[in-house]
């Protein structure tokens, strides 16, 4: 069978992975060295077109390169890239012929200068590069740690007196310190661009479509030609090519997000570079503020375009949430209401079943009863202090048969439907048992109850009936007040008396027996059902749709 034959990307990926042969590893070493040192040298070179300061300062771009760079390479090939930064920055002040340049003097300068940066840029992986770039605190921190790299540099060569600051006199040095140091912020920012557009493209692996690119290039060509007749045009029509140069950069962000406003960021820097290759240091000092600050609105914009969008799907997916658990709690509450009715249908067929009993089993008993004493009291003469024993067993028979019958349409109230809901509450059927207690019942009750519908009107008559046995059982008071009305579809009801109120315990903590079956009854019509104390004493509040 024939070998595979690996494809040229596949030959790349092979010769850097970390499981390479050792001729692989040397190849790839070599290949490192070669790209490094060529771009160091490149981008060192470069910078001789950019003079700030004649003999001293000009625009540093290797830094940026250098940045980039040791943020891409695994640690592995970091030696390898410091000694080619070292030979590619030497042969480039050879090829310039620059006075500074002494070879091994110059050597070990550039690798302490790099070698004593490679922590920061070491922590910037370790912390926020790898775990969380896209962040706008990510974007602001690498901004500050390349600018903080270029402090580090500098201030080497300015401590240990070295490089340029050995031949200027005590009064340039700081001036060339400051400058040193805004000199090397274009190509730190540039860097820090190229990065994130690099590492965004890499880990999302995103294609954009070929009508997307032919817009964007038509408009990428308008901005340039626009740039080089304004630049060429009048000093004065420079001016303002500065202040308008900042509407790309937002237009770019808000048509095609932040990666449009990084990608115009530095577009419009490399068409700036182009046009001020070789320009006189004055221009260089007016250009160069508005293009480190087109570098940093684009950053800015990237960052809070980017953390618009993380908090749009942060909220999102909070909404999400909240709906999925608004679905599990109204599937809970369906099921809740669903246990509730089962509960209120099972106690009315018990109590149904219970009065069945008593009219059937009782009843029957005590009529069997009565007319056992009757017989008896036919067949038998007896005397006139026996009569009055006999009278007495007539007179408790027939107590207790009154009483079997209130329990029997207590627990099924056969009224509701033989005088209707409003009869029934307002009637004789609550007021004289409160009456028989000493306690005054009023109500304010409009007809419309009879016409509701049954489940409702045997909750209202059960709501009614728990407060009225809580009344006579707990209360202590002397008058009771029911209301009823109708409030947009709801049936409200609302049951006051003047007592002691309710326990603390039934307020706050769990419901009694009787307040549980009139929550069953409400939340088995999908009704709510409130309870407080007032300073006359306790009152119950129940809704129910209709």
């Not at 080619?84 to 200068?113: D, N, W």
């Not at 007592?499 to 019509?525: C, D, F, H, Q, R």
Request: glycine letters at 4%; charged letters at 15%; one cysteine or more.
């Amino acid at each position: 069978m024939a070998e595979p034959v690996l494809t040229s990307t596949h030959n790349w990926t092979r010769i850097f992975s970390a499981n390479a042969t050792m001729s692989q590893k040397f190849l790839a070493n070599v290949i490192v060295l070669c790209f490094v040192c060529l771009c160091e040298f490149l981008f060192f070179t470069l910078s001789f077109n950019y003079t700030v300061v004649p003999g001293f300062v000009i625009w540093y771009f290797p830094l940026g390169f250098q940045f980039i760079i040791f943020m891409f390479l695994p640690y592995r090939y970091w030696p390898i890239a410091v000694l080619a930064i070292c030979i590619g920055s030497g042969l480039s002040l050879r090829f310039e012929g620059s006075i500074y340049y002494q070879y091994l003097k110059h050597f070990f300068l550039t690798m302490c200068m790099v070698l004593h940066t490679l922590p920061i840029i070491v922590y910037a992986r370790k912390y926020y590069i790898n775990k969380h770039l896209f962040t706008l605190k990510s974007i602001i921190i690498l901004v500050f740690l390349g600018m903080l790299v270029r402090l580090t540099n500098i201030s080497f060569y300015f401590i240990s007196n070295t490089s340029v600051y050995d031949r200027a006199t005590p009064e340039q040095e700081f001036s060339i310190f400051l400058q040193h140091n805004i000199a090397a912020y274009p190509g730190v920012l540039m860097g820090v661009c190229v990065y994130l557009l690099v590492r965004w493209f890499n880990d999302n692996q995103i294609k954009i479509s070929d009508p997307t690119k032919g817009v964007i290039l038509e408009y990428v060509l308008l901005m340039t030609v626009a740039m080089i007749a304004m630049f060429h045009l009048h000093p004065t029509t420079q001016e303002i090519m500065k202040l308008l140069l900042f509407l790309p950069i937002i237009w770019f962000g808000y048509k095609y997000t932040w990666l449009g406003s990084v990608f115009c960021a530095i577009w419009i820097n490399i068409v700036l570079l182009v046009l001020l290759t070789n320009a006189a240091p004055e221009t260089l000092v007016g250009f160069q503020p508005f293009i480190v600050t087109y570098f940093l609105i684009g950053l800015v914009t990237a960052g809070l375009q980017i953390e618009d969008k993380r908090s749009r799907g942060a909220l999102e997916l909070q909404r999400t949430k909240l709906a999925n658990t608004y679905q599990e709690l109204s599937a809970l509450q369906e099921q809740m209401q669903r246990l509730a009715t089962d509960i209120v249908t099972f106690q009315e067929q018990e109590k149904k079943n219970l009065s069945q009993e008593i009219h059937d089993e009782i009843g029957q008993n005590i009529t069997a009863l009565r007319i056992a004493i009757s017989l008896l009291d036919k067949q038998h003469n007896f005397q006139n202090e026996d009569l009055k024993y006999l009278q007495k067993m007539r007179d408790i028979t027939d107590q207790v048969y009154d009483n079997a019958y209130q329990l029997m349409h207590w627990l099924r109230p056969r009224i509701i439907d033989e005088q209707g809901l409003q009869n029934t509450l307002e009637g004789y059927f609550f007021s004289v048992r409160l009456q028989d207690k000493g306690i005054a019942f009023t109500t304010t009750i409009t007809d419309f109850v009879n016409a509701l519908p049954d489940a409702v009107k045997i909750a209202i008559f059960r709501t009614t009936q728990e407060c009225v046995d809580n009344v006579l059982q707990h209360s202590c008071c002397s008058n009771c007040e029911l209301t009823i009305t109708m409030q947009n579809s709801y049936v409200e009801l609302s049951f006051r008396d003047d007592g002691v109120g309710y326990p603390k315990t039934i307020l706050t903590e769990e419901y009694g027996l009787g307040l549980k079956s009139i929550a069953n009854n409400v939340m088995a019509l999908g009704g709510s059902m409130s309870i407080q104390n007032n300073h006359n004493g306790a009152e119950l509040h129940v809704q129910l749709p209709v």
